[in-house]
């Protein structure tokens, strides 16, 4: 080999080693690491893997996008089991064991209230899903994805005498069932006040305990009370389960809201067309004009699917999943920095585009506006009815 | 508080009725294996709900109907009670330990559930769904109808095969005093192999009832551990009528809470009248 090629020859090696050693830098630097559990199994496991499967596209989606501040982001998830007591323990073990650089919220107001506890033991910022019970989000770097705002048991009932005030035909009685469980029961409580107050008069009220088996009774009930409205204050089932009973009676109840009905079986049931509930995010327009919501909601779907989850349907769990990784990438890229802090102090003054709406954090407990719409099931699937301006096109409140 | 009206009243009867009559055919496999086997078979609850899901997918899978599925499903529990009570008496498990024992088994069924038909509801859609009968102005559902229908005919039948008949007798001198029995000529362990396998099977038929008026989600299965413990333990241990009978007391009352008081007091119902038996009743088996 001649003086030159050899020359040539070096210069190659160390060109490529150069190259090499210069992707494998960049390819080495330390993933953020956001730590986090959720009920992938256990009562509330339904719901959790529908956070699960968000979490990952969102994360797939950010780290295609470059990840965050140049790094890969890389999401440490752990079951809790659907128990807040374990909740507690992973995340504790989150931070000192696997030492996290970042946490992100679990699921479920008590999950929620159990991490909020650890967060503030560490000073870590705690983004949440779906928490349920503003007043009890006392933590000052607790941040929520689910717009409910600040006073949710007089605003959500507000808004849903609103809607009802635009049907067919508007109630003057209502018959308020709920069942106990914390985040229902006090939104029913506020609805008494509320629509108390806006003239309705109530012919009955009943509270049956969380895990009820026999809906029977209350069926009748309702049905020998003849509301004009049904107010339901259920939690998954219990809503199919208090409306089979009614069809067993052979009883159609006028207008009924159910709080947070398991969206799928409500959607799908004979008996439960015309059916009312409370969403944040519905897969129509006005909501999939932003391009970020439409694909967010054709991903879902794929994954969803691929995935075997019985609902495909991006609504107000999937959302409010989306939403916290937003406001999670929003507050890293806007402070350009991984303290906690510093996203806390930038989030309490910010205004954060998402895909429920722009979410600001300047109110109680840091809760902003209540983005809570109505939606009704017509022809086997939700569609959002009230406010006008979120209304799927044409989609007005129909009588059952 | 205003007093119900009749109609109210009598439709939470029929209600509570149906119900009872659940909790009675849920009990019976039970109640049968704890007073004649001496276990308590906490995986009792775990078959129902396994046959209930078995019978869910065979229907909406394959288009099986609901009631058909019995035949196969009865045998097919039969056996894998034969075989649960050869296990539990080649490693001589006590009363005691039985009860831990099927408590693991029944978290192990409710983790296979949840793997193959995932944690999200399910509901069995079927013509027996939409069917009921109107008397009176009271609705009776023919899902409920029939549970109510086959649970009476299953303790009946088996009440008079345990009085009548050769085997029922030999199955009480086992449980009477099983050595004074084998010394007449009473095979145990084969006796011990046809009780248990009978009592999954009827969870297999429990099952079946369960998917036809239930919702189905695997966490159930422990919601209703306490209330039909209650009935068996109120109707006696291994009487065949006797959680059906309990089952229909605490139906009717937890309905009648429901319809005159309010729903949140159902569930102290059934302990509450298991608290009162047991005061009047303590050498109650």
């Not at chain 1, 009955?204 to 009370?225: H, M, Q, S, T, Y």
């Not at chain 1, 052979?250 to 439960?272: N, W």
């Not at chain 2, 508080?1 to 019976?28: A, R």
């Amino acid at each position: 080999m001649s003086k030159m090629a050899k020359l040539a020859a070096a210069a190659a090696i160390a060109l490529g080693a150069l190259g090499v050693l210069g992707e494998a830098q960049a390819q080495g630097a330390k993933p953020i690491v956001v730590g986090s559990t959720l009920a992938l199994t256990g009562p509330l496991s339904a719901t959790g893997l529908v956070h699960k499967l968000v979490g990952e596209i969102y994360v797939d989606d950010l780290n295609r996008r470059g990840g965050l501040l140049g790094r890969k982001v890389e999401w440490k998830l752990m079951d809790d089991q659907s128990k807040p007591d374990l909740a507690r323990t992973l995340y504790e073990q989150l931070l000192t064991a696997d030492k996290v650089d970042l946490l992100m919220g679990p699921y479920a107001t008590g999950a929620i209230l159990s991490a909020i506890g650890v967060a503030q033991r560490y000073n870590k910022l705690l983004i949440s899903h779906t928490m349920g019970i503003p007043s009890l989000a006392k933590y000052d770097m607790h941040f929520p994805a689910w717009s409910l705002g600040p006073n949710p048991q007089a605003t959500v009932p507000t808004t849903v005498f609103d809607a009802v005030a635009q049907a067919p035909k508007p109630p003057k009685t209502v018959a308020i069932v709920t069942s106990k469980f914390p985040s229902v029961h006090f939104l029913s409580l506020g609805a008494r006040e509320v629509f108390k107050q806006k003239g309705l008069t109530e012919v009955l009220f009943l509270e049956w305990e969380f895990g009820n088996r026999d809906f029977g009774p209350i069926a009748a009930r309702v049905k020998d009370a003849k509301p004009d409205m049904v107010w339901s204050g259920d939690i998954g089932l219990e809503g199919n389960m208090l409306l089979e009973a009614m069809k067993k009676i052979d009883y159609v109840p006028p207008l009924h809201v159910h709080t947070y009905p398991a969206p799928g079986p409500m959607a799908a049931a004979p008996e439960t067309d015309k059916a009312l509930s409370l969403t944040i995010f519905e897969e129509h327009a006005p909501f999939t004009a932003n391009p970020v919501a439409a694909q967010f909601v054709k991903t879902f779907k794929e994954r969803a699917t691929a995935a075997g989850l019985p609902y495909t349907a991006v609504e107000t769990q999937a959302a409010a999943s989306f939403t916290a990784w937003r406001i999670f990438e929003a507050s890293v890229v806007a402070t350009k920095s991984l303290d906690d802090r510093k996203m806390a102090d930038w989030l309490k003054t910010a205004q954060v585009p998402t895909i429920q709406g722009t979410l600001r954090f300047d109110r109680g407990n840091n809760f902003g506006d209540d983005l809570m719409r109505i939606k009704q099931v017509q022809n086997k699937a939700w569609v959002t009815v009230w406010p006008k301006q979120w209304a799927a096109p044409g989609a007005t409140i129909k009588m059952p | 508080m205003t007093f119900p009206s009749l109609g109210l009243l009598s439709q939470s009867v029929l209600s509570g009725l149906f119900l009872g009559g659940m909790y009675g055919l849920i009990g019976l496999g039970l109640g049968l294996s704890w007073g004649l086997l001496g276990q308590i078979n906490l995986t009792h609850f775990g078959f129902v709900f396994l046959s209930a899901y078995l019978c869910y997918h065979l229907t909406m899978v394959w288009g099986v109907d609901p009631l058909l599925t019995l035949g196969l499903l009865v045998p097919a529990f039969f056996a894998v009670g034969v075989v649960m009570q050869w296990a539990l008496a080649r490693f001589r498990v006590s009363t005691f330990n039985s009860l831990l024992v099927t408590f693991g088994l029944t978290v192990m069924i409710e983790a296979l559930i949840q793997k193959i038909w995932t944690a999200d509801f399910r509901k069995l859609q079927t013509g027996y769904g939409e069917e009921k009968f109107s008397f009176l102005g009271l609705y009776a559902p023919l899902p409920e109808l029939l549970t109510l229908t086959v649970s009476a005919a299953a303790a009946g039948g088996i009440w008079l095969l345990m009085r009548y008949t050769d085997l029922g007798k030999a199955m009480r001198a086992m449980a009477e005093d099983a050595p004074i029995a084998a010394a007449f000529g009473v095979n145990a362990r084969a006796l011990a192999l046809l009780l248990s396998g009978s009592c999954v099977a009827l969870a297999a038929i429990a099952g079946v009832f369960f998917a036809l008026s239930f919702t189905l989600t695997p966490t159930q299965i422990f919601s209703w551990v306490g209330v039909v413990f209650a009935a068996v333990m109120m109707g006696g241990l291994g009487n065949p009528l006797g959680p059906l009978l309990a089952g229909l007391v605490i139906g009717v009352s937890e309905a009648l809470a429901m319809a005159v008081f309010s729903p949140s007091w159902a569930p102290i119902v059934s302990f509450s009248l298991l608290i009162v038996l047991l005061l009047f009743r303590p050498a109650h088996r």
